[in-house]
């Protein structure tokens, strides 16, 4: 059986290296498939029939298996595509497929995949989609909270739908107003930017419109939005407070006011008085005519403010963390001006990103954006075991265990991971598999020779 015996063993030798060699090939012509995991090749013994003993035994056989390598990164590299993303760290995107499309609507299969190939793009319905055909699953997001909804992924969709206009609620206002100021009328002996007494509380007539904007100063401006998203500019100015009895401009004291849009009637609401101490904080305030004070919250409330015919109701201007002061200003101007609103008129889709935490950002045409899917990495207990699927992709298995979507490594975005088959490695593997191929060739021919010699006796 020796001569018969070593041909057999060759075989299997010729056997496992062809397998070795159809792994290596699949590595080879992978080597730019985003996101795969190569096949290494294991080769194991199997020992003949024989002795008890070692010195009464005989090499046996072997067979080879394949070698997943699935917990080995490949390497990331960045792209400009914002719906790119790759995985630092263990993990898969969970993904599926369609299963028909009817109508231009696409309906999706029942079953789970798993993959490292993070190429997604977004398709004309609103799905993200991968070079290989899977669509991306991932949570819901409240638009409330932003916090997940449910722990079912589903496939993700951003559509096309505009993003509702947001009224205007809050004003974030900041400013430092000088204490001497220096309007247009000013005099050199007295600290009032109000030299006219008839303009100096209330609203401002259009009769009064030049006394008054020539002796007050800017307070800054910024566009604010009604319910529907009509954008109204709201202007603020500043004027000393005068004392109506004297005439003299009571010190550290200014009246607040919105411009009207109009140039009939009042053109300059009222909308309250602010004190300042010696120290230039904020150290009392007054409602207006259309302004209530909450000098506790540092706040002024309009419950419905008119400009230019658009009225938005119940506008917070907030002060609050002491943005408001009165220190010494050389140039008479307010100075530190910042405005800022919560609100915004109706925008179109405009794009889609990955963060770096993992979320499916919607961008909009009003320079809003939205996240609207959180996306989860799925883990296993044996990813070695898991099915390898077509497109770079795996599907789970009772070996590999069921995904766990609570935990994983880190989402980059614009990014991809490539294979982490490398060519170099794979041509060295090809050259010892290719010489222990010839040798197991070698053997037999060689025991062919044997074999003729020993019929030769015969003859």
């Known amino acids: 059986m020796g001569i018969y015996g070593a041909i057999n063993t060759a075989v299997s030798g010729l056997t496992a290296q062809a397998t070795a060699l159809e792994n290596i090939s699949g590595n080879v012509a992978n080597s730019q498939t985003t996101g795969y995991k190569r096949l290494d090749t294991t080769f194991s013994d199997l020992v003949s029939g024989g002795g ?5 035994q005989v090499s046996g056989t072997t067979t080879s298996t394949s070698r997943a390598t699935n917990t080995i990164q490949g390497d990331i590299t960045d792209v400009d595509v914002d719906t790119y993303m790759a995985i630092n760290g263990e993990g898969y995107f969970v993904v599926t497929r369609a299963s028909d499309v009817v109508d231009g609507s696409t309906s999706f299969a029942e079953e789970t995949f798993y993959t490292r190939a993070g190429d997604f793009e977004r398709d004309q319905e609103g799905y993200l989609i991968n070079g290989a055909g899977y669509y991306l699953q991932g949570f819901p997001l409240d638009p409330e909270t932003g916090n997940p909804i449910g722990d079912a992924a589903s496939v993700i969709r951003v559509e096309n739908q505009p993003l509702a206009a947001s009224a205007t609620t809050t004003i974030d ?9 220096q309007p247009k009328d000013y005099a050199d ?6 030299l006219n007494a008839s303009v100096g509380a209330g609203n401002v007539a259009d009769t009064n419109n030049q006394d008054f904007l020539d002796s007050s100063i800017s307070g800054g401006s910024i566009s604010i939005y009604n319910q529907n998203g009509t954008a109204m500019s709201v202007e603020v100015r500043y004027a000393k407070t005068v004392n109506e009895d004297t005439g003299v401009p009571v010190e ?3 009246n607040m006011y919105i411009g009207t849009g109009e140039d009939t009637g009042d053109t300059w609401y009222n909308v309250g008085e602010v004190t300042f101490d010696g120290a230039g904080e904020l150290s009392s305030m007054t409602d207006g005519i259309i302004g209530t004070a909450d000098f506790a919250n540092e706040n002024f409330t309009i419950p419905s403010l008119t400009i230019g015919g658009t009225t938005v109701s119940n506008v917070e201007i907030s002060f609050g963390g002491g943005a408001l002061t009165q220190y010494s200003d050389a140039d008479g101007t307010a100075s530190s001006v910042s405005l800022d609103q919560d609100g915004f008129a109706a925008g179109e889709l405009v794009g889609v990103a990955v963060d770096e935490s993992g979320r499916v950002i919607a961008s909009y045409s009003n320079n809003q954006q939205r996240p609207v899917f959180e996306i989860p990495l799925a883990t296993f207990e044996a990813e070695q075991n898991l099915q390898r699927v077509d497109g770079a992709a795996f599907a789970a298995t009772s070996s590999s265990g069921d995904p766990d979507l609570t935990g994983g490594g880190q989402i980059r975005s614009n990014k991809l991971e490539l294979s982490n088959a490398d060519i170099a490695d794979e041509f060295s593997k090809l050259i010892i598999t290719q010489q222990a191929y010839s040798a197991n060739s070698k053997i037999v021919t060689s025991a062919d020779e044997m074999l003729d010699s020993a019929l030769n006796m015969v003859r």
């Open 173 to 181: 206002y900041q400013a430092n107003l000088p204490r001497i100021p």
């Open 252 to 254: 550290d004291t200014w």
């Open 52 to 56: 008890y003993t070692q010195a009464a």
């Open 189 to 194: 002996t007295d600290a009032s930017a109000l």
